[in-house]
């Protein structure tokens, strides 16, 4: 009970922007959560093949990785809050609209603008909550604000099953529009968490005239474009090297526990929603462990301890095991989420924040999509036992070497709160 009273108290110290920000966030995550569950569902029952699902998924993630950057800067230029906005508001009337659409060609170019779209609010979150908190705060702002992400989603995906079949069955609706509805229920809540948005306050920014007379000359070279440069290559290094590691399993785990153990749809459904609970909680451990630690330490250590259980998972033939594996690798290595956020927040200057998210969630998006075909050609070839386990144990390789570049680069810096 003190643990949560100590949880309460630090959420309601966080200034007015962050609760606006973190109550918008969450009504978008709810919304795109439904989106995520049903809109596969959608397209299956207008009676189209599953490739266009495979090109929607597609042309989301390059959409996303083409923008980020450009909104990065964008970001660092005119500003988080109307950045946020204008996102939220095109990204709103593209949810709609793939509500509507029938036919392939709109579906797709739907979806390309959701991901365009999406980038400016993905990317410019980050930074906003960065510019409204104190240093020593942002590991545990960082992690509340991951832990409600986790759990919008979570609320999200179950919401949109339950209204469609609510619809179907109460109301006796095709199936086909029950799932449209839920799809507009959905894109609904996504645009109320505008109502929110707009109640952010834009942070103003200091004249470079009176930062100048304030700063001292080293604080002014921390500014400079060369070095902030060089320290956003060390973090997306890092997380390319994640991201690939990442791309060779996450997206296939459901394949993993069909093909392997020819688990049922609901086993499935039902492990991975305890993974996303799990990743809730243990990012809330995360600040307490950080505090006694140093952020870094806390970080590596989150990643390292990961790595016996995502062997185990490539190793077992027992399916219980293989969840346990499941559900604390995916615990673990999502808990250091946050405390990477803060710790790039902290050591790249307030005018390149918005640059430095962006690269980083671009890099991790590069890696998801380069690794894909690496990692059903090893399925096909090696089969279902000693593929899947050639790819995780490469991905426990490339966490390794991740983790190590990691603490080399930031382990001897001090950090605010350390």
């Known amino acids: 009970m003190r643990w949560m009273s100590d949880w309460k108290r630090n959420f309601l110290s966080f200034n007015r922007n962050v609760r606006f920000f973190m109550l918008g966030n969450i009504l978008l995550q709810i919304g795109m959560g439904v989106f995520m569950v049903m809109y596969n569902l959608y397209i299956r029952e207008l009676g189209m093949p599953e490739t266009v699902n495979g090109k929607v998924i597609s042309m989301t993630a390059t959409a996303s990785a083409i923008m980020l950057i450009p909104a990065g ?33 709109p579906i797709i170019t739907a979806a390309f603008l959701t991901g365009l779209f999406m980038a400016f609010v993905q990317v410019s979150g980050i930074p906003f909550l960065a510019e409204n ?69 834009e942070k103003r920014k200091e004249h470079a005239e009176q930062k100048s007379e304030r700063v001292s000359k080293q604080q002014q070279a921390d500014d400079s474009l ?23 399993v996450v997206p296939y785990l459901n394949l993993y526990f069909a093909n392997r153990f020819g688990a049922s749809n609901s086993y499935i459904g039902l492990v991975l929603s305890l993974g996303s609970a799990m990743t809730a ?104 036992y000693w593929g899947y386990a050639y790819a995780f144990t490469i991905t426990a390789v490339l966490y390794v070497i991740s983790s190590i570049y990691y603490y080399f680069i930031f382990g001897r810096r001090k950090l605010v709160d350390e």
């Open 226 to 248: 060369k070095r902030n440069l060089i320290v956003i290559f060390h973090f997306s290094f890092a997380g390319l090297l994640i991201g690939f590691g990442s791309g060779l």
């Open 73 to 105: 800067f964008l970001s660092d230029k005119i500003g988080r809050k109307w950045l946020i906005v204008g996102g939220a508001v095109l990204t709103a009337s593209t949810l709609f609209f793939r509500g509507a659409a029938v036919t392939e060609a």
């Open 281 to 384: 909680v243990a990012a809330m451990i995360g600040p307490a462990l950080s505090r006694r630690m140093g952020k870094v330490k806390a970080l590596i250590l989150f990643q390292m301890l990961s790595i016996p259980f995502l062997i185990l998972t490539a190793y077992t033939t027992s399916l219980w095991l293989a969840s346990l594996g499941f559900l604390m690798r995916q615990a673990l290595m999502n808990a250091g989420n946050p405390i990477q956020s803060a710790v790039a927040m902290e050591v790249v200057s307030d005018k390149y924040k918005g640059l430095a998210n962006s690269t980083n969630q671009m890099v991790f998006n590069l890696g998801w999509a380069t690794m894909g075909p690496i990692a059903t050609g090893l399925v096909v070839s090696q089969g279902t």
């Open 133 to 201: 908190s104190s240093p020593s705060e942002r590991v545990h702002l960082f992690s509340v604000n991951f832990a409600f992400i986790t759990i919008a989603n979570v609320l999200g995906s179950l919401f949109g099953g339950i209204i469609a079949d609510a619809l179907e069955s109460i109301l006796k609706m095709s199936t086909v529009d029950s799932i449209r509805y839920s799809l507009y229920i959905g894109a609904a809540i996504f645009t109320a968490g505008l109502i929110p948005f707009f109640q952010l306050k």
